[in-house]
């Protein structure tokens, strides 16, 4: 296996057009790794190595030839396995869709492919997207590459551990209630839910129709911009689909954030019981943006108990609706954290998902009136460092609310980003939020404070074993 | 738990049409408990222009 991680997008684009690395070695390169790393992490359910090495060949002849697509052409990636790629099972990770092959690539799937991006494998997720971390389904839950005893956070989970440990420079993910942005902080990666409505979720096994969206998680912001000029697009198949143009993602990133005016949501921290070292961490991202030139404020969210009534009744109530004949006649075939999270949803009334609704967009009307006033928002996403793995919670219920989820029933654009570390040693991070559709200035923001604080010189031990 | 909350939960289960583990029923109960607590913050009255985003457009008005 290689010592080093595998280098970010950006990076790898640079060395294939300098010509300084090939397609077949990068694809290579990642093949070993997943391969070396695979016992430790557990982030794929399957890898992909003869269907890569072809597609690495063919970029490599397109590449030399003089047909290179773009800036991602030659490069992997990974696929969350609930997503579709044509001819691979897409199971996931259940033994409901066991023997489930997809006949058609997901709408991102095809982009990244049209891209020139080379499949490497399909990674690991909580069940259906949701449940938990679990030891009664076909495959082990992924493990967290700074400390293996530790939760990867999820649903993405083998996204964030894949991208964490420099196997994969981008990996998908999917977010109903922060499935992208909860293993992106827990494994000191970037995440990006984007606003819904903005990727495509065609092809993409469904959890919550209208909180599911789907996004990436890379290493770095830059990267995360170079994803979603692939991703990002209206999509005619997708009912959820908005036809709003595409910006250049990358035409302000390098801009700094003089005069943008950042809301720091401070009182939500205590509102949603995130603890002193996470806290503080929050506090000295502001003060560091502050520094940057950013005109930093204090702002206040709705309660977050209104948010967790919203997502979670809407959540529970859509995926039971999915889910509710494979519930009532075969039960056993899915995790018991997984199996009693969607039972739940059959407990709740018509009216209580009506009334959920109604509040989403009394909801999302008062965080869109912040942004009259602020550009972005800071946020916690997550309460503190991730748990030990076999320590996380597996009741029907969750004792603690996800924060992430917010911006689910809000729809805003929402990223996670490391912004230090715990006393353990594990990673800490911050959410930033923009205006619907303005993933841009999200970007921008994040690139600035990415660059000013550092923390993405750092990388868990495992990836430079 | 109340008689008059069990019977609740109960009810709720048979209606879902799902079956529940003798071994798991207190803690399903629980959790339908804990549900409900948390979901009383619907019962606060709405106006009636108040409508659903049962499908959000947030791109409405974008172009």
């Known amino acids: ?10 990076e790898a684009g640079r060395k294939i057009a300098a010509g300084e690395v090939s397609p077949v070695e990068l694809t290579e390169a990642a093949l070993a790794r997943a391969v070396a790393l695979q016992p430790k992490l557990d982030a794929f359910i399957e890898i992909t190595a003869d269907r890569a090495r072809a597609a690495a060949k063919r970029a490599e002849k397109e590449i030399t030839g003089g047909r290179r697509r773009g800036p991602l052409h030659g490069i992997p990636y990974g696929l969350k396995d609930i997503y579709d790629a044509a001819g691979l099972r897409t199971t996931a990770h259940s033994r409901v869709l066991i023997e489930n092959v997809a006949t058609a690539d997901a709408a991102t799937t095809a982009r990244l492919e049209e891209a020139g991006m080379i499949l490497i494998g ?3 997720t909580h069940e259906f997207a949701t449940g938990g971390p679990a030891w009664d389904l076909p495959f082990p839950p992924a493990r967290n590459p700074w400390n293996t005893a530790h939760f990867t956070g999820g649903s993405s989970s083998g996204s964030g551990a894949a991208v ?11 977010d109903t209630g922060g499935s992208i942005r909860l293993p992106a902080a827990y494994c000191g990666t970037v995440g990006l839910k984007p606003t819904y409505g903005r990727v495509s979720r065609r092809g993409v096994v469904p959890l919550c129709y209208t909180l599911d969206t789907t996004g990436p998680l890379t290493w770095t912001v830059e990267d995360t911009a170079l994803a979603m000029q692939v991703l990002a697009g209206h999509d ?9 143009p595409v910006p250049d993602y990358r035409a302000g990133l390098r801009d700094d954030v003089k005069g943008l005016r950042i809301g720091y949501c401070r009182d939500f921290n205590r509102d949603g019981e995130v603890n002193a070292e996470q806290s503080a961490a929050l506090d000295q991202a502001a003060q560091l943006l502050a520094r940057e030139g950013a005109e930093v404020t204090e702002v206040a969210l709705p309660p977050n108990a209104q948010f967790q009534a919203c997502a979670r009744t809407i959540s529970h109530s859509e995926s039971f609706a999915i889910h509710a004949d494979v519930l009532r006649t075969r039960p056993e075939l899915y995790a018991r954290v997984t199996r009693e999270r969607l039972m739940l949803g059959g407990f709740l009334t018509a009216a209580q998902y009506v009334q959920a609704q109604r509040l989403r967009r ?3 009307r008062k965080v869109d009136a912040l942004f ?3 550009d972005v928002l800071l946020t916690a996403v997550i309460p503190g460092a991730a748990p030990v793995l076999e320590e ?3 009741g029907p219920w969750r004792r603690q609310q996800p924060l992430a989820s917010v911006f689910n029933v809000t729809g805003h654009p929402a990223m996670a980003q490391s912004c230090g570390f715990s006393a353990t040693g594990l990673p800490l991070s911050a959410q930033f939020v923009g205006r619907h559709f303005d993933e841009a200035t999200v970007l921008r923001v994040g690139y600035a404070y990415e660059q000013a604080a550092g923390w993405v010189n750092q990388r868990p031990a495992l990836a430079t074993l | 738990m109340s008689d008059d909350a069990d ?7 048979a209606r879902a049409g799902v079956t529940i583990p003798p071994e798991r029923w207190v803690a399903m109960r629980e959790a339908y408990v804990s549900m409900q607590t948390l979901l009383k913050v619907l019962d606060d009255p709405l106006a009636y222009e108040d409508e659903p985003a049962s499908m959000p457009r947030f791109d409405l008005g974008v172009k």
């Not at chain 1, 440990?165 to 998908?172: E, V």
Request: hydrophobic share 50%.
């Open chain 2, 7 to 13: 019977s609740e939960f109960a009810a709720a289960v």
């Open chain 1, 392 to 394: 996380t919670d597996d």
């Open chain 1, 372 to 374: 009259e006033t602020v």
């Open chain 1, 122 to 124: 399909k990674l690991a």
């Open chain 1, 236 to 244: 005619p198949r997708d009912p959820g689909s908005a036809d709003v």
């Open chain 1, 1 to 10: 296996m290689s010592a080093e991680p595998l280098p970010t997008l950006a």
């Open chain 1, 164 to 174: 964490a440990a420099g196997i994969l420079g981008l990996a998908m993910g999917s």
């Open chain 1, 362 to 364: 009394i909801l999302t």
